[in-house]
Each structure stands twice: as structure tokens, then as C-alpha cells.
């Protein structure tokens, strides 16, 4: 079974400044992944997704993320935070057999002017 | 394209009563629908997988008898949390799946509240 890591629960950033989220999966094979945003009270909005191909893909709001086989990772990436970016950010791992979306435990971002 | 919709987005109950959430896609098939629970501050755990016409698929754990899923059509599926109990109270949120695809679209979630 497929399982993911996000390593920071919560992140502050500047407005303007860059940002990284980081995400871990593990699975034996080469995995489907997601970036998922969800603001309070609402439900998830699909950021970006990476099947197969170019391994840098671009997302909505000017997010991207990166996958790397070797580091089992697909970091999400922006070069300048917005106020309205604050919010909570899932990465989720699926596996092509069976077909189930796995979360990982939510990165919470905060941006301060 | 791809909206997923969810009735009601928030419900109150009394303990014992049984509630019913609503799951639509409104502009495509959904050959495969999941539910969510959502815990305050934790991430999304999957309850169980439903495909049109069979039944669900519940994950380890989920009582599903407590938790009655009917996928009739398309594009509906229900979710019947049956003699709600107060640490039923949680966030719900539906994903639906194309027939062939690997996305999951998701509604706007459903908040239980049981009193």
C-alpha cells in the first residue's frame, strides 16, 4: 500500500516571498500524485497532478511541483506567495492498482504581509 | 467541467436520528465515488469506494452498516450515517471518478453535526 509524508504541519511566509512544500511518498511502484488546496470549511481544489512524462508540471495559481524517482518526492513550488494562498495543502499518492487516493497529513500555510 | 456537488452542506441531527448526504456529479459520469471523513485539523480518511450499480467498499475499520452507501445512478451517490451518535459529527466530502480516468473531483464537503 502506498503511503505519503508531509513533513511540516504548518509554514509561514512572507508575501512575495517563495515557496516550498515538501512531500514524501512511498510505494513500490511509479505512483499518480496530486497537490490538493483546501480553504477552511471548504472542499478540495485540485493545484496540479503528475502521472507520467515530463516530471516538472505546471499547475493553477502559478504552482509546480517536481516529481524525483530517486528521492521519492514531489515538492510544490512557487516563486511568489500571495495573501490568498493562505491555506491548507494536501499531496495525495495514488496507486494504479486499485485506484485509491491516499492523503497526506496537510501542510497548513500561513502568509504574513 | 468536472463539478461535484453535496447536499446538505451542513446538518444538524439529534443523537439517534439518521442522516442522509447527497453526492451529484453535474457534468459527467462518475463510474466510481469515495467518501471522506475529515477529522478537525487532520487530513482526509478514505470510508469507503462505491461503483455505480454494486455496493461499496468499505476501508478497514468503517461500519458499514452505520454507514449506508447507495450509488444508483451516474451521478448520485448517498451516504446514510444511520443512529447518528456525537463522535459521528465530522466533515464529509464526496470525490467522483470518471469511468477510465484517475482523477478525483471533490465537493464542497458536508459538516455533521450530532447533538
Known amino acids: 500500500a502506498q503511503s505519503v509524508t508531509q513533513p511540516d504541519i504548518h509554514i509561514t511566509v512572507s508575501e512575495g516571498a517563495s515557496l516550498e512544500l515538501r512531500c514524501n511518498y512511498s510505494?513500490?511502484?511509479?505512483?499518480?500524485l496530486f497537490w490538493y488546496v483546501q480553504s477552511p470549511g471548504q472542499g478540495l481544489q485540485l493545484l496540479l497532478k503528475?502521472?507520467?512524462?515530463?516530471?516538472l508540471v505546471q499547475g493553477i495559481k502559478g504552482f509546480e511541483a517536481e516529481f524525483k524517482r530517486s528521492q521519492s518526492s514531489f515538492n510544490l513550488r512557487k516563486p511568489s506567495v500571495h495573501w490568498s494562498d493562505a491555506a491548507e495543502y494536501f499531496c495525495?499518492?495514488?496507486?494504479?492498482?486499485?485506484?485509491?487516493?491516499?492523503f497526506g497529513a496537510g501542510t497548513i500555510l500561513r502568509v504574513k504581509s | 467541467g468536472a463539478v461535484v456537488s453535496q447536499h446538505p452542506s451542513w446538518v444538524i441531527c439529534k443523537s439517534g436520528t439518521s442522516v442522509k448526504i447527497e453526492c451529484r456529479s453535474l457534468?459527467?459520469?462518475?463510474?466510481?465515488m469515495f467518501w471522506y471523513r475529515q477529522f478537525p485539523k487532520q487530513s482526509l480518511m478514505l470510508m469507503a469506494t462505491?461503483?455505480?450499480?454494486?455496493?461499496?467498499?468499505?476501508e478497514q475499520g468503517v461500519e458499514k452498516d452505520k454507514f449506508l452507501i447507495n450509488h444508483a445512478s451516474l451521478t448520485l451517490s448517498t451516504l446514510t450515517v444511520t443512529s447518528a451518535h456525537p463522535e459521528d459529527s465530522s466533515f464529509y466530502i464526496c470525490?467522483?471518478?470518471?469511468?477510465?480516468?484517475?482523477?478525483?473531483?471533490f465537493g464542497p464537503g458536508t459538516r455533521l453535526t450530532v447533538t
Open positions: 510505494y513500490g511502484a511509479t505512483p499518480y
Open positions: 503528475y502521472f507520467s512524462g515530463d516530471t
Open positions: 457534468d459527467f459520469q462518475a463510474t466510481t
Open positions: 470525490s467522483a471518478r470518471a469511468s477510465g480516468g484517475l482523477e478525483q473531483y
Open positions: 462505491s461503483n455505480e450499480g454494486s455496493k461499496a467498499t468499505y
Open positions: 495525495a499518492v495514488g496507486a494504479w492498482e486499485g485506484n485509491k487516493l491516499v
